[in-house]
């Protein structure tokens, strides 16, 4: 995005423009930020009412394995049969322990401030290590109702999924690939929307590993997950896997976010979801090749088959990821209101690496932000929302960035 005028001047004004300008400063300006939301937080807990959603739900699935049930088919609570990898029921079997059966929901609130503070407190980190500009952190506090909401008065399991993708991406900067495999296998164990991103990630193994390594790690992604799911895949294996990666499941209209400028019957029909795999897939391959490995000279015709042929830099390796898991949004069958926290960390980043004047950003990011709080969603919002989308990924994909983030190549 366009740079915001730097103001000028000493004393206060000049600390003040420093705080918010400098990347040297962006330690500073987070624990402000986060000391914030902590209070913030706090106060959200103590004056909204909690509205019960899915943790009641969430408490009674992990009962059931709790009492010794491991047929995923019988798994269930009052909203509907168990739907998530082996990795939820453990990290929610932890959580029933610790709230009293689940009955303690203020303890449970209590443990999801601190998880929200975690995650933004990586966030910054990663915007850190890509050299963002202070301010824009302030977008990522206080900024959304919403956000707030899915993690503190509703208790969804997305955001926690989306924590360990967090830290998954901190350990692929720093070059710790295996740590960053596990990591992230452990958040798709959690919600398999975390899968968004396997496109990116797998193009970044191909590139800076090569091949031979790239199967390692996808051999270390695939082992959490058996592991974890040792005790569904030994009594129905057909049922856990139908169950907890059922890419075909079938959305509630009431709900979507997204796609109430339909009709309903458009919304259910199966070949209206054929047309928004086609799209997702066919986007996803044209910014595979012709702009995430776009640099000196392509690096797809060098990938090799036991080294790696290019080294990314840390903004184009967060670029990609966070590019593939926003097309996949744009591209959603349906998306419910706990999915914002897919991708709302992204956002300021991703509209930062345009060339949008700062005007046009901020008020992308306000339709994105309006759309998602309008409850019961309308063909207004749910337009708002696709346009959004759609001028967000137009300036990604005409973003110098994808020109100027040089790749070093081996």
């Known amino acids: 995005m366009a740079p915001v005028r730097e103001a000028s001047g000493d004393g206060v004004v000049g600390l003040l423009r420093a705080l918010l300008c400098e990347p040297a400063y962006v330690p500073i300006l987070g624990a402000l930020l986060l000391a914030g939301e902590c209070l913030l937080n706090l106060v959200i807990v103590w004056k909204v009412p909690y509205t019960e959603i899915d943790w009641k739900a969430y408490m009674d699935e992990v009962e059931g394995f709790k009492n010794g049930t491991c047929d995923y088919t019988l798994l269930k609570g009052d909203t509907g049969p168990l739907v998530y990898p082996a990795g939820f029921v453990y990290l929610f079997l932890g959580l029933y322990h610790v709230t009293e059966q689940g009955a303690n929901v203020l303890r449970a609130q209590g443990i999801f401030i601190c998880l929200y503070l975690l995650t933004t407190a990586i966030v910054i980190r990663i915007y850190q290590k890509t050299k963002m500009p202070p301010y824009t952190l302030l977008l990522l506090s206080c ?69 031979v390594q790239t199967i390692v790690q996808l051999a270390v992604c695939a082992a959490p997950q058996l592991v974890l799911a040792i005790p569904f895949l030994l009594d129905n294996p057909w049922g856990y896997v139908s169950r907890s990666f059922n890419l075909g499941r079938q959305f509630f209209y009431i709900w979507t976010v997204n796609w109430k400028l339909l009709p309903e019957h458009v919304f259910l029909d199966r070949r209206f979801h054929l047309v928004l795999l086609c799209l997702h897939l066919g986007v996803l391959a044209a910014f595979a090749f012709w702009r995430w490995t776009k640099g000196p000279r392509p690096a797809w015709p060098l990938i090799s088959f036991n080294k790696g042929v290019a080294r990314f830099t840390d903004s184009r390796i967060v670029l990609i990821l966070f590019t593939s898991n926003f097309v996949g949004m744009c591209f959603a069958r349906s998306l419910h209101y706990q ?8 956002l300021p980043w991703l509209v930062w690496q345009t060339k949008l004047p700062a005007p046009i950003g901020v008020g992308l990011l306000l339709a994105i932000e309006y759309a998602w709080n309008m409850y019961p969603a309308t063909p207004v919002s749910s337009a708002t929302l696709h346009v959004a989308h759609a001028v967000l990924l137009i300036a990604l994909w005409l973003s110098p960035k994808f020109r100027n983030i040089p790749m070093k190549l081996e």
């Open 339 to 346: 999915f914002y926290s897919w991708y709302f960390h992204t």
């Open 143 to 211: 900024f959304s109702y919403r956000i707030h909401s899915i993690f503190v008065l509703r208790l969804f399991n997305d955001p926690v999924a989306m924590l360990f993708l967090y830290v998954a991406i901190l350990f692929f900067l720093n070059r710790s690939w295996t740590l960053g495999s596990l990591t992230f296998s452990l958040a798709v164990s959690i919600k398999m929307n975390i899968l968004l991103f396997a496109p990116g990630l797998l193009l970044i193994y191909l590139v800076e590993l090569g091949i």
